[in-house]
């Protein structure tokens, strides 16, 4: 097991949980007096400050969970909720791009097509998944896996993870923008049930491009935005330390989202995020996904495409 990482603002957390490991390694030792009551009462209090902390996390704070380095990605969702998952590469154009994984499966015995932004665990596949930001050709391999899945009518998966699309010359340069742009209108024109769920940060038209589903899903911690806290409060007041404000401003968080109509349903995380309990969160995550799915089941095509176009037609009608 990996040594758990803290962010700054879960000092007080970590504090009792190096007590209480401390007293753990004690036990028994000595006199063979037991620590175990005093070790229960300094888990009790680290349990009560994490669920009062993780209650009231502002925008800022839920902006770096949804970046911790521990926190499941698409990859660790893959592996537990598809069976017989068999990945495709390449966009027949120019090459692989591995900040998109993505291939078909089965998704609760059904078959399913899954595409995922994948940010990597350690430096070697960090550097490998391009630390999740997608280029031209990872959406044109996103294109290529929906247009499969519609012409065999399986339903689109699409996990979202990325601080958003890769702004290398490079990648402007073998057309990023039409890509971003052609990913979007083929998930809007999809003639299949599509579920995206934004496990992570979900960043701009890197994000959007698979993202533009029939039911859009979001972790408690996640966050859904134009443009990162960082990158807004540059713009605004160029000053990236104001970052938190920008963060409150911009309403990024899947309560927010969800009362502005842009996503369909949040899904609890364990108490301290989805770090901490990566299991559960990814077993909350595959329900929230089949129930899902139960809702568009039995919507023909014509139903599956109008639906979706009027639910982003919808948003920002009653703001």
């Not at 609890?268 to 568009?296: F, K, V």
Request: glycine letters at 10%; charged letters at 25%; one cysteine or more.
């Amino acid at each position: 097991m990996s040594m758990r990482s803290y962010l700054d603002f879960e000092k007080p957390v970590a504090e009792l949980e190096a007590k209480a490991d401390e007293l753990r390694a004690l036990d028994g030792k000595g006199d063979g007096y037991s620590l175990a009551e005093e070790v229960g009462k300094l888990e009790a209090k680290a349990s009560q400050a994490l669920r009062d902390l993780y209650g009231t996390l502002t925008p800022w704070q839920k902006t770096l969970v949804a970046r911790h380095p521990q926190r499941p990605h698409f990859l660790d969702y893959c592996a537990a909720l598809i069976d017989e998952f068999t990945p495709l590469a390449g966009d027949r154009t120019f090459g692989e791009d591995e900040a998109i994984v993505g291939g078909f499966g089965r998704f609760r015995g059904e078959p399913v097509c899954v595409i995922g932004q994948e940010k990597g665990n350690s430096t070697e596949t960090r550097i490998k998944h391009n630390f999740g930001m997608p280029k031209p050709e990872g959406y044109r391999k996103a294109v290529r896996l929906m247009e499969l899945a519609d012409r065999f009518g399986l339903p689109v998966l699409s996990f979202i993870d990325t601080a958003g699309a890769y702004p290398g010359i490079e990648a402007e340069e073998r057309g990023q923008a039409e890509a971003i742009a052609r990913s979007t209108e083929t998930c809007l024109g999809l003639r299949t049930p599509s579920v995206a769920l934004v496990i992570g940060e979900g960043g701009s038209g890197g994000a959007i491009a698979i993202a533009a589903a029939s039911k859009v899903l979001m972790l408690e911690h996640a966050i859904y935005s134009v443009i990162s806290p960082e990158g807004a409060a540059s713009i605004l007041w160029r000053d990236t330390a104001r970052a938190q404000d920008a963060a409150t401003g911009m309403k990024i968080t899947a309560q927010d989202l969800l009362r502005f109509g842009v996503i369909d349903r949040i899904v609890t995380e364990p108490t301290g995020g989805a770090h901490r309990d990566p299991q559960a969160a990814i077993e909350r995550a595959g329900a929230a996904i089949e129930a899902a799915l139960s809702d568009l089941a039995g919507l023909s095509a014509d139903e599956i495409v109008d639906r979706r176009a009027q639910k982003y037609l919808a948003i920002g009608r009653t703001l």
